[in-house]
């Protein structure tokens, strides 16, 4: 068998596994998923999914993992690419982003919806004085953490709104709101 062939039923089986878990866990806790289960609905043999997990925590946390590596580097693509601020795009590509992940979004939510939407918002966090300003302009240097912790928690309820109301508006029009939102607080 070819490596082509084996990376193709690997990345496969993983799918099978990442969907079957997101089933569960918009039905149940994760404590009360098992790998039997797990397996059987994804149609996967056990010891298959021991090969590439060590349990269902594990399958979880590198699930959740994914979804906030791809999220983070959507924003950070668009941040770098813009002369200052959080770009209309930047938020409508995360928005969509979100909407076609939203069955595993949701699953992540409802299960560890604090710890989830922290590492988020840590890990997009200004790191020096340069990206702050990038941000944030003009606005007085003492006050550039304040900024990041308003502006992050309102997208935060904002998305945690549009998912519980069933994500009915586009995600350009609410990329639009946020926007709107996030401009009207940063202006000094």
């Known amino acids: ?31 009360d998923i098992s790998v039997l289960e797990l397996t059987e609905l994804a149609d996967i043999n056990r010891g298959t999914f021991y090969l590439h997990y060590s349990d269902i925590y594990d399958l979880y946390e590198k699930t959740e993992g994914e979804i906030i590596d791809k999220f983070n580097n959507i924003i950070k693509r668009h941040v770098q690419q813009t002369p200052k601020g959080i770009p209309l795009p930047a938020v409508s590509d995360a928005l969509e982003f979100l909407t076609q992940n939203a069955d595993i979004c949701r699953a992540i939510l409802k299960t560890n919806d604090t710890a989830f939407l922290s590492r988020l918002i840590e890990m997009n966090k200004p790191k020096d004085l340069n990206q702050w300003k990038h941000l944030f302009g003009d606005a007085k240097e003492g006050l550039y953490e304040f900024y990041y912790s308003y502006i992050t928690s309102g997208c935060v309820g904002l998305i945690r709104s549009w998912f519980m109301n069933g994500m009915k508006e586009p995600p350009k029009k609410l990329a639009e709101l946020a926007e709107q939102m996030m401009m009207n607080t940063i202006r000094p």
């Open 1 to 31: 068998m070819s490596e082509e062939t084996a990376d193709r039923r690997v990345r496969r089986t993983k799918k099978h596994l990442r969907l079957a878990l997101t089933k569960l866990l918009l039905e149940k806790e994760l404590k």
